[in-house]
């Protein structure tokens, strides 16, 4: 079974920094692209950041660019959106994601093949 858990989301000032952790089991880990994606409420599901199975490439949504990085450690099973400079209108709930297609690193929420259950970042003005 797969699991994705989310960590270290919670409520920081704007200009402050918080990162998030998702920890993946039941799958072969280092084979997956990664996805972070974020909600706010009222809006739809968004693409955020994404990495490659190696690290190698990384993909950022143009709101974030600058401002958020993406590592992962397959030894871990687990990767990470370090997010800096933080705005109120990244307030949302973050999941992370994984995506057997190796090959690419898409934006679309529908081409993840399983997700956690969410963190919620809070961002105050």
């Known amino acids: 079974q797969v699991q994705l858990v989310e960590s270290g989301g919670g409520l920081v000032q704007a200009g402050g920094s918080l990162r998030l952790s998702c920890a993946a089991s039941g799958l072969t880990f280092s084979t997956y692209t990664m996805g972070w994606f974020r909600q706010a409420p009222g809006k739809e599901r968004e693409f955020v950041a994404a990495i490659s199975w190696s690290g190698g490439r990384t993909r950022f949504a143009d709101s974030v660019k600058g401002r958020f990085t993406i590592s992962r450690d397959n030894a871990k099973n687990t990767f990470y959106l370090q997010m800096n400079s933080l705005k109120p209108d990244d307030t949302a709930v973050y999941y992370c994601?994984?995506?057997?297609?190796?090959?690419?690193?898409?934006?679309?929420?529908?081409?993840?093949?399983?997700w956690g259950q969410g963190t919620q970042v809070t961002v105050s003005s």
């Open positions: 994601a994984a995506d057997w297609d190796m090959r690419t690193m898409t934006t679309q929420a529908w081409q993840y093949d399983y």
